[in-house]
């Protein structure tokens, strides 16, 4: 099979951000058949100095045997007017230009749209119309549902109109619909799919992957083990959508306690928030790394925090954040502050669950983690390793993505 994926944001090995797409294609690739993943020249998550560069409408690049095809878009900076521009443009491109025609590829068989966003719906149909092939809705958030609940979009918004008619059409035209979001079927079939199209693809993690044995904070990490029994650890995105304001609420709550430190490492639009709220000598922030250092930063924690906003209106369908899996990956305990039923920490067994909203939850925990032997900590953390290997591997969900694609 031919398959074209379409994903605004798609990373890959060298610009590893979003890379689901990528490491889908890549084990796609080894099961035979031939993946191609379209992207964007310019997104806000892009690291790769050389995409960004691109000066052609179209470019193309093999990178470890996937072919990758980018459209220039335009570049912006934040959640701006700019950013929506990128992503309607983005849209005409795909609607605009063959890729058998302008850089003779391969007709598809099947077509994915991945809804980072959803406006290249229509442009995607369009194409597997033209060339018979099936279309794969891959919902990765449940628009408009998401902007209602995180940014307070209005239903009477032109927008959530859009998304409701993009939504209702990708349901009701595509041959398959995937989401990591693991009820999501049960929302879906309120606005129109059938029961017999939906198949639930989570995230993971890719066993090949080159993680550093090193990292550009060493020392300041060196230096906050040294001085404390237990490390507890946040990484990734500072975002709305993260739940940090709980966390460093906890930790300030906490700063009595000589024994747990609070660490935080990333970017985003609550950073300075999150530094502002800080009361205690006992929370770090630093900078975000390379994700090939993630792994060995983690080394450096003995527990890691994965939060969210309080929305079980939203979450109740699901969630599959990336730094949970690079947590079990790193065999840690994870305290999980989402509202959401069948999530990979309760399934697993590896670590704790509280309410989003009770920071009581979570001081109890975060005491219980500072008395606990390390061998109880260590025995969770291998409970979620073992979780991973055995349901998230993106080899065996590329497997199963196939073997579905196979007998539409």
């Not at 944001?9 to 610009?15: D, I, L, N």
């Not at 989570?202 to 060196?222: A, T, V």
């Not at 209106?313 to 699901?318: H, N, R």
Request: charged share 25%; with cysteine; proline share 4%.
């Amino acid at each position: 099979m031919v398959i074209w994926y379409y994903n605004h944001y798609s990373g890959s090995s060298t610009s590893p951000k979003d890379g689901r797409s990528y490491y889908l294609s890549k084990s796609i690739n080894e099961c035979g058949h031939y993946p191609v993943v379209i992207a964007a020249s310019y997104h806000h998550l892009q690291k790769d100095k050389g995409v960004k560069a691109h000066k052609d409408i179209i470019e193309s690049k093999n990178i470890d045997g996937v072919p990758f095809v980018w459209f220039k878009t335009p570049i912006y900076t934040g959640n701006s007017l700019g950013r929506i521009i990128n992503m309607f443009i983005y849209a005409i491109r795909v609607w605009r230009y063959n890729l058998v025609m302008e850089l003779g590829l391969k007709s598809p068989d099947v077509i994915i749209i991945s809804s980072v966003h959803p406006f290249h719906l229509f442009s995607c149909l369009k194409w597997s119309k033209r060339y018979n092939a099936k279309l794969v809705f891959e919902v990765r958030d449940l628009w408009p549902l998401s902007l209602n609940l995180l940014l307070g979009l209005k239903k009477w918004h032109p927008l959530h109109w859009l998304l409701s008619l993009i939504e209702r059409t990708g349901y009701k035209k595509s041959d398959l619909v995937v989401s990591p979001l693991k009820n999501a079927n049960i929302y879906m079939e309120n606005k129109g799919l059938s029961k017999d199209k939906f198949l639930y693809i989570p995230n993971g993690f890719m066993s090949d992957f080159q993680w550093s044995d090193g990292s550009c904070l060493d020392k300041e990490l060196q230096i906050v083990r040294s001085k404390y029994k237990r490390v507890v650890m946040h990484t990734g995105s500072m975002g709305t959508p993260n739940g940090l304001e709980l966390f460093v609420a906890a930790a300030n709550e906490m700063s009595r306690i000589d024994s747990v430190a609070f660490v935080l490492i990333g970017k985003g639009e609550l950073e300075k928030k999150l530094k502002n709220m800080a009361d205690s000598e006992h929370i770090y922030f630093f900078d975000a790394v390379p994700k090939s250092e993630v792994l060995h930063i983690l080394s450096y924690s003995d527990a890691c925090f994965c939060g969210s906003q309080n929305l079980p209106e939203l979450y109740q369908y699901g969630v599959s954040p990336n730094k949970i899996f690079d947590y079990m990956l790193a065999k840690k305990t994870i305290i999980l502050a989402v509202d959401s039923p069948d999530n990979p920490v309760e399934l697993s067994g590896g670590g704790f669950c509280v309410k989003p909203n009770s920071i009581d939850s979570l001081l109890d925990v975060l005491k219980s983690i500072d008395l606990l032997e390390d061998a109880k900590l260590k025995s969770m953390g291998e409970a979620g390793y073992k979780f991973l290997i055995k349901e998230h591997d993106f080899d065996k969900l590329a497997l199963k993505l196939v073997e579905k694609l196979e007998v539409l």
